[in-house]
T-cell receptor, first 113, second 113 residues
């Protein structure tokens, strides 16, 4: 079985400060890991993925994420947050041998001006 | 760019009605998925299809069925709508059983009265 935990329901940061959204996962083998963002009344937009290789992956809109196998974590980061980054963020994991993607409950990010 | 189109953004139906939600993708993807999204629960998989006429139950299939007669179209059917099926429904597609991300439509917000 595979699962994802996003321990924070909400993250609040000031514009210009670093942003971190936490994610831990559980999967039997080597995971495929994804981050998505959802703006109000829209579907999910893909931000970045980890499949293999370098533990630091870079994605859209200046976001990056670090894969840590020993801590089974895949935290999303942005060095300098923008007000426009305010949205709902989802972490997802997939066992390569399974079709299904398992999502966390989501973290609402609010960036104040 | 992949485009996943859901036929309705907002839908209001009555208890006991048969409801059809339609989803079309334009990238010849083999895999298609239906999720429901509820606050605090993230996305939960209802059904997925890995090819035409092929389908598998997800985590919460009760009360739903699906149809995939053509590769580009995946329909979700609520056989007899109930109030606990009021939710946001998201369709997604993906290229085969690959490490590529799923691409999402904008969602259908369904209210059952």
């Amino acid at each position: 079985a595979q699962s994802v935990a996003q321990p924070e329901d909400q993250v609040n940061v000031a514009e210009g400060n670093p942003l971190t959204v936490k994610c831990t996962y559980s999967v039997s083998g080597n995971p495929y890991l994804f981050w998505y963002v959802q703006y109000p009344n829209r579907g999910l937009q893909f931000l970045l993925k980890y499949i293999t290789g370098d533990n630091l992956v870079k994605g859209s809109y200046g976001f990056e994420a670090e894969f840590n196998k020993s801590q089974t974590s895949f935290h999303l980061k942005k060095p300098s947050a923008l007000v426009s980054d305010s949205a709902l963020y989802f972490c997802a994991v997939r066992d390569p041998n399974d079709y299904k993607l398992s999502f966390g409950a989501g973290t609402t990010v609010t960036v104040r001006a | 760019d992949v485009k996943v189109t859901q036929s309705s953004r907002y839908l209001v139906k009555r208890t006991g009605e048969k409801v059809f939600l339609e989803c079309v993708q334009d990238m010849d993807h083999e895999n298609m998925f239906w999720y429901r999204q509820d606050p605090g629960l993230g996305l939960r998989l209802i059904y997925f299809s890995y090819d035409v006429k092929m389908k598998e139950k997800g985590d919460i299939p009760e009360g739903y069925s699906v149809s995939r007669e053509k590769k580009e179209r995946f329909s979700l059917i609520l056989e007899s709508a109930s109030t606990n099926q009021t939710s946001m429904y998201l369709c997604a597609s993906r290229q085969g059983n690959s490490n590529q991300p799923q691409h999402f439509g904008d969602g259908t917000r369904l209210s059952i009265l």
